[in-house]
């Protein structure tokens, strides 16, 4: 049984380390996708994807300024980074 439940765990706690971060800001106070665009992309980055991550965050993939690849998480409200991947 202690076996299972360790299994049971480490599964669980590797799915939470794939996942983003969470945003819990109300849809109608997020920055409007083409204003973020527009300030992500005059920071240096080309945005391959953009998209609405699981926990509703603003997540782009693409290119920084010197042309690393990146994945990183936004709040919707600010265009802070939350996290970077990769």
């Known amino acids: 049984m202690n076996k299972l439940l360790a299994s049971l765990l480490l599964a669980l706690a590797a799915t939470s380390a794939i996942a983003g971060p ?14 973020f665009k527009a ?9 391959k994807t953009f998209k609405v991550s699981k926990g ?16 990183i998480y936004f709040d919707p409200i600010t265009a802070a980074e939350l996290e970077r991947k990769g």
Do not use: H, L
Not at 22 to 35: H, I, L, R, S, V
Not at 59 to 71: A, C, L, P, R, S
């Open 56 to 71: 509703k965050c603003y997540e782009i993939y693409g290119f920084d300024k010197d042309g690393k690849k990146v994945e």
């Open 22 to 35: 969470t945003c819990n800001a109300p849809q109608d106070q997020w920055m409007k996708e083409a204003d």
């Open 39 to 47: 300030k992500i992309e005059s920071q240096g980055y080309q945005i």
